[in-house]
């Protein structure tokens, strides 16, 4: 005969659910546990960073990037435009001063010579001709005046006999007032030939004069364009490793072109970039270090660069006594930069906390260390490794200066260790 089957009062799936709402009641009950009307929440001590507050020497200075760079650097650029026809070294080749690096080539330039130097040529024989009339003009009249003088020397003796014959009545009126005429003729004239002689030398002085002034301007002139053929070779200006080159025969380059760097390697410098927000507080001899090879180094600022690009702005600095071994130009460090002077003040060790906080509260521990307690606080400046503390906490105390990303809703925290 058939025999009922008893349902199974606890299948897997009920035990299951059953499972399920125990796990859930008991977190609900440890949250009630843990979060009370103080909001307090358990954490571990191991898990968490907990500094204390000291009283000491304080220095604010900032981390920067530097690029290691010879102390002198002197940049080739094409003072005349053109195209690149001879390539005399090659980039990396040490030169010496004068040395040829390379030769441009302008057809424009050489043009522009010719057409000056035929100008020039052009002054210099107008010049010249000037001054050879000159010399056959005062030929000339130098001539006509001793024809005048010899003139005036014939009349007055005529004229001279005619006073005495006139006296003694031998002859005519008229025939000595001829005479007196042709006299005063001849040294009327003489007169004009001397003061014609005298203007006409002036006027040529003058002009002579312009013309010498514009010969020597074209001269100057040649000069300078002379020199621009000269610019065409392109020579070392100082003595150095040719670092760089940019040119290929063929390629043209145009008027202030970079071209290339020579290096001066007597000694290294550091490029710094920094943030414009500093650029009130950077001036040329502030200090800093740097780490190269496990040793500390000091540096000085020796130059400040006041332009501002994408708002950062550049300053060199310099190594204070030797320089570190086997530093190489490009060699990337890091600076740490000081922005004042040594100070006493009470400081704090720097961590995650300030970005959950803004530096306007932190958790303090207790003496007994068994909790912390959420506490306000003033911070004011910092360099890389501490704040300084304004008010809210005194030397001695300890504060967790880890994030408090997980936490930092709670007033406080119930320290515990495993």
Known sequence: MDRPIEKKRFTPRRIAMLAGSALLLAAIVYGFATVGGESTL?????????????????????????????????????IQGGMVERIFLEEGSYVEVGDEILQLDNTDLHLDVMYREAQLFEQVNNLRNTRLAMEQNSLRLRGDLLEIDRQIGSSKREYDQFVELRAKDLISQNQFDQAKDEYDYWVRKRELILETQKQDSLLRAIQVEQLEASVTRMEENMQIVRQKL??????????????????????????????????????????????????????????????????????????????????????????IGDEPEGIRRGQTVQIRLALGELSEAVMLARGGFYQDTGGNWVFVVDKSGDFAIRRKVSLGRYNTQVYEVLDGLEPGDKVITSSYSYYKDYERLSLKNK
């Open 42 to 78: 358990k954490i571990e001590s191991q898990k968490l960073t907990i500094s204390e507050v000291v009283y000491g020497e304080f220095q604010e200075f900032i981390a920067v990037s530097g690029t290691i760079k010879p102390i002198k650097t002197f940049y080739l650029d094409a």
């Open 230 to 319: 000269k610019n065409l070779i392109i020579k070392a200006p100082i003595e150095g490793h040719l670092t760089s080159l940019d040119a290929e025969v063929g390629v043209t380059k145009s008027k202030g072109t970079r071209i290339g760097q020579i290096d001066v390697l007597e000694g290294f410098k550091v490029g710094v970039t920094v943030d414009e927000y500093y650029i009130s507080r950077v001036s040329d001899g502030q200090e800093g270090e740097v780490k190269i090879a496990g040793q500390t180094y000091p540096l000085f600022i020796s130059k400040v660069y006041l332009e501002v690009r994408d708002g950062r702005f550049q300053i060199d600095m310099q190594f």
